[in-house]
């Protein structure tokens, strides 16, 4: 469809690639217009942090805040307990409160980075749908919202089909999921004015059956929008690296590490990701992006730098990029590369290379290890590691050792 917005947040959203399906052009673009927007997207806590699967959703509640608008970013505390099972082939495991509180407060400190929260008509919320799930009377529910779904659309909705249709169960508890969900946004609604949801477009399904809701319950017009589900260029879904997930928080993930991900971003890519993960200008974006060559790699410098920026600030960056010209530029060491500590207990009668690979994560096992250093791939201090069984003795970690696995994942590995 080719719509021509009026506002300034629709506009941002359509031409940079965030746009994949509204419910309805016209009338969010006309309520953009008419005032402050209140919008949502949820986020559950299964894990400490996000990762960058999750960072098109988030710049699109920051992109909300700049255009004048008010992000509010809901914590599945009561969702979490239940599991979305939107396109997935299992269920998800069950977590504990006590787990979904401590996964809350690690997320929470990455969204201070990209809004501005505070009392102010545009400024941010973080809420917690728990307050108003956990409460609920299970009779009163189902007789109040219950009855507004109807269970042969919720069967003909793709992300239920698609696991019916591979004979994978679907409990029951997973089912109610987009129930909740919709009443989230309708709570957000009573209590907020919220009138759009976000998300990715799996949740497409969820978000009109909130929208189908509220209309039914409140008579209120809403909104839903939608983004892309995004893989890079060569298939592979955003949010993984060769070593596991590419986590926000530092202590998850080290600022190089994440700098070094954006770094290594595909030729083809580099355009698209800077208009969705940077606030470069357009113009600049293709520029950059058009790049080839050896040319091309100043772009990805670029969009480490502004990626890096923004979620783990300015002095992080300088010290990422430095280590990064150190390591490859000059071949030293650095001194921002993940580090692993090891005590005399830990060193023993001495560790095997092969190990230092697995405890300082550039390996995922001994398996893994071994196949890296018979490939050709392991280097210990610049020199190639031949022998994966050759161990190490603490005297021979009186400096720093530097671990190589490939050509552009490193380590540091020393005593404490």
Not at 25 to 37: C, I, N, P, R
Not at 199 to 225: A, E, F, K
Not at 265 to 274: I, K
Not at 347 to 368: H, N, P, T, W
């Amino acid at each position: 469809m080719t719509y021509h917005p009026k506002s300034d947040f629709l506009h941002v959203m359509m031409s940079r690639g965030f746009l994949a399906d509204c419910t309805d052009y016209q009338g969010f673009d006309d309520a953009l217009v008419k005032g402050v927007v209140p919008g949502y997207i949820g986020f559950d806590a299964t894990a400490k942090s996000l990762h960058v699967g999750s960072l098109i959703q988030i710049m699109m509640l920051r992109w909300l805040q700049k255009t004048g608008h008010k992000p509010i970013v809901l914590m599945g505390g009561g969702t979490t307990k239940v599991g979305d099972p939107s396109f997935r082939a299992d269920e998800r495991p069950l977590l504990s409160p006590a787990q979904i509180d401590e996964n809350i407060a690690g997320i929470r400190a990455v969204f201070a980075n990209y809004v501005t929260f505070g009392n102010g008509p545009q400024d941010a919320l973080m809420v917690n749908n728990a307050e108003w799930l956990d409460a609920l009377n299970y009779l009163d529910f189902l007789r109040d919202i219950g009855r507004h779904f109807s269970i042969n659309r919720m069967l003909a909705f793709e992300s239920v089909k698609s696991r019916l249709d591979r004979e994978q169960s679907l409990s029951f508890l997973e089912f109610n999921y987009m129930i909740l969900q919709a009443y989230d946004f309708l709570e957000l609604n009573r209590r907020y004015g919220c009138l759009v949801q976000m998300g990715g477009s799996d949740q497409w399904g969820n978000i009109v059956n909130g929208i189908d809701l509220t209309r039914r319950v409140l008579d209120t017009q809403i909104y839903g929008l939608t983004s892309p589900l995004l893989t890079t260029s060569d298939g592979k879904k955003m949010g993984k690296s060769q070593s596991g997930a590419v986590w926000l928080n530092a202590d998850m993930l080290s600022p190089y590490e994440f700098w070094q991900f954006w770094r290594n971003t595909t030729d083809a890519d580099v355009g698209r990701f800077l208009k969705l993960y940077t606030e470069l200008p357009l113009e600049e974006c293709e520029r950059l992006g058009a790049l080839a060559g050896s040319e091309i790699n100043a772009a990805k410098i670029v969009l480490a730098n502004a990626v890096t920026t923004l979620c783990h600030g300015a002095e992080a960056t300088l010290a990422a990029e430095a280590t990064a010209r150190e390591v490859f530029e000059k071949g030293g060491v650095g001194d921002d590369l993940p580090t692993l500590l090891l005590n005399a207990e830990d060193m023993g009668d001495g560790i095997s290379v092969a190990q230092l690979f697995v405890r300082s994560g550039l390996a995922k096992s001994g398996k893994d290890a071994k196949r890296l250093i018979a490939e050709g791939g392991a280097r210990l201090n610049d020199e190639l590691v031949l022998d994966p069984g050759m161990v190490l003795h603490a005297s021979a970690l009186a400096e720093p050792v530097k671990l190589t696995a490939g050509r552009k994942r490193h380590a540091l590995v020393l005593m404490s």
